[in-house]
């Protein structure tokens, strides 16, 4: 409590004793210094005294500045409609003003005349009014995500309840302890954003609002295609990448997860006349200042047309029979090279069977000899003479068989041989008789 206000409740009290200045002019203001808000009602609570004998027919407050010439503030246009008097014409001399402007902040008197010639008081030295706004202020006004920043709520004067509370882009924060300042540390950027404060009971006056800007890298990166759904060929589909950042994103990059570099930058990637080929999964990459993100990726379909389809069974068909018969044709190959093979080797063991068997007969030949015995064929000219067929003689000629034979046509006469399957005559005719 100041000592002006102890003087001004101590006077009043001394008023309201009988015979105690109550033959004196006065007037005591309750309190002498008020600190108001911008928009707020002020009540200034005053008493008033003067002699017996004296009557009060008029009275009000005014601005100390009119003191050369006493106007009542209710008359003053820009106090039209907003104060009110709560005195009377006895003792109390309370006044109420509405709606306060900065405009406001002065010094204001009571004054109140009598029904004597001298009867006029103006008290001093009045109640002194600052009215004040709230003002939000931040540290700084630009953060990086994971800093510290601090937002205080300032006024011009001291405030009888100095406790504030804060809003964000106009709505209250939750689990909040009113006071100022108010800290995040660290900050993040879901603290982006507008930031007012109102002083307890006053929430309907909150300051001007004060803008916190969080630097941060990009968040919630993700991947819209449009049309939706399954895409048919030849068409064309436009991939969009949205990210939140800040500052904005810079660059957006676009990916397939089956390709090996970036496909296009910007944030919206058209695809026209598409194909087949075109089908995939596709994400983008969203990238500022501060660092970047990827998106998840989304599946593009892209549907077969139906002359496609045709085209491409027609195809698969053809390459089929061409495959089936290329192999049909390796297949006969092969068997006719087998088979031929074989009768080259079936030839080749005829061959040599046949050279083996001539072989053992030239071995036959080269051992016939004459029979033993026998006498030498005769000469032509005495086969001429000779003129008889019937006595013609018969040679024999006998074959030495290799060994393994049972026994040497030399060991045996042609009477042991005959009827021996194993004895081969070479010929039985005339000696010298030619054969064809």
Request: proline fraction near 6%.
């Amino acid at each position: 409590m100041s000592v002006q206000t102890a003087v001004s409740m101590l006077l009043a009290a001394l008023v309201l004793i009988p015979g105690v200045l109550s033959q004196n002019w006065g007037v005591w203001y309750n309190p002498g210094n008020i600190c108001a808000l911008q928009g707020s009602t002020v009540v200034m609570g005053c008493n008033y005294s003067y002699p017996s004998g004296n009557s009060v027919t008029q009275t009000f407050w005014m601005d100390k500045d009119y003191s050369n010439n006493p106007t009542d503030l209710s008359t003053l246009p820009q106090y039209v409609n907003r104060t009110e008097y709560l005195g009377n014409k006895e003792k109390n001399c309370t006044l109420r003003l509405r709606n306060l402007t900065t405009s406001d902040s002065k010094t204001y008197l009571f004054r109140f005349i009598t029904n004597t010639t001298v009867g006029k008081w103006t008290g001093k030295p009045g109640v002194s009014l600052s009215v004040t706004g709230l003002q939000a202020q931040v540290n700084s006004s630009t953060v990086t995500e994971g800093q510290a920043v601090n937002l205080t709520c300032k006024t011009s004067c001291t405030l009888s309840d100095p406790t504030f509370t804060w809003y964000r882009n106009g709505l209250l924060l939750p689990a909040q302890t009113p006071s100022s300042p108010l800290t995040f540390n660290p900050v993040s950027y879901e603290h982006d954003g507008s930031y007012s404060c109102t002083a307890r009971g006053y929430d309907n006056l909150p300051s001007p609002a004060v803008t916190l800007s969080v630097r941060y890298a990009p968040k919630n990166t993700s991947v819209s295609i449009s049309p939706s759904g399954e895409i048919a060929e030849g068409g064309s589909v436009t991939l969009t990448c949205s990210s939140s950042a800040n500052p904005p994103v810079k660059n957006y990059t676009w990916f397939k997860l089956s390709g090996t570099g970036p496909l296009y930058k910007g944030s919206n990637y058209t695809i026209i006349n598409i194909s087949s080929a075109d089908s995939g999964q596709y994400y983008c990459e969203a990238r500022n200042q501060i660092g970047a993100l990827n998106s998840t990726a989304e599946t593009l379909t892209v549907k077969r047309s139906q002359q496609n389809v045709v085209a491409w069974w027609v195809t698969a068909a053809v390459v089929a029979i061409v495959l089936v018969v290329v192999m049909v044709m390796v297949v006969v190959m092969v068997v006719v090279l087998l088979s031929r093979k074989k009768t080259l080797r079936s030839k080749r063991e005829d061959e040599s069977i046949d050279m083996d068997q001539q072989d053992k007969i030239n071995t036959v030949y080269a051992n016939v000899t004459p029979a033993q015995g026998h006498a030498p064929p005769a000469e032509e000219g005495d086969k001429e003479d000779k003129g008889n067929p019937d006595d013609d003689e018969v040679h024999y000629a006998t074959f030495n068989f290799p060994a393994g034979a049972t026994a040497s046509s030399s060991e045996r006469t042609p009477a042991e041989t005959e009827g021996d399957s194993s004895v081969i005559y070479s010929s039985v005719g005339k000696p010298g008789e030619r054969r064809p």
